[in-house]
């Protein structure tokens, strides 16, 4: 959906003037474009203008990729996914790295969360661009996702606020996936991945 790409970079540049502009017609300027946008938005969504509005003042400074961890547990060919409370699917343990925790930090803290396993990372398998591999639906902003291979050092499987289940999958035999979060085809590689002294990108 091309709108969604033509206002993510919109809202960049009105979100980069405003951080960087000192003229006070050019900021004028810069937030009527965030209005544009959330009418834009408002008009293709079920979000009402002033959700979108508000949303979009909110990100200040330069604009910047938002970074989604995941955690990848394999255990011989299964792998660990849990249940979404959300949307009743399975995803890869994971969501938005918070500041002040380094990244392998967030996705331990994820994992045990969200699963009821404690992890350590052991491998930095892929980094993609989210809009690159077939995740639906798409957000308002731009996504960098990072997965994790990681070995389970304790705990044990148990739901969370986020989370109704916990369970290892055959890779051949996955059940249905929020692929807002992760794709059956990115198990895959990451399987492939997981025994090769290689991290994917892109």
Known sequence: MKWIEWTQKLQAIAQNGLEYSQNEYDIERYKQLQDIISEIVSNHTN????????????ETGYATPKIDVRGVVFDKNRVLLVKENSDGLWTL??????????P????????????GYRVKVTKLLAIYDRRLHGHYPEYPHYVYKLFFQCEIIGGEPRASIETSGVDFFDINNLPELSIGRVTAKQIHRLFELKDKNITDFD
């Open 47 to 58: 979000h009402d203008f002033q959700e979108v509005r508000d949303y979009l003042i909110s």
């Open 93 to 102: 343990p994971g969501g938005w790295a918070d500041i002040y925790e380094s």
């Open 104 to 115: 392998s930090e967030n996705v331990c803290r994820e994992v045990y969360e969200e699963s």
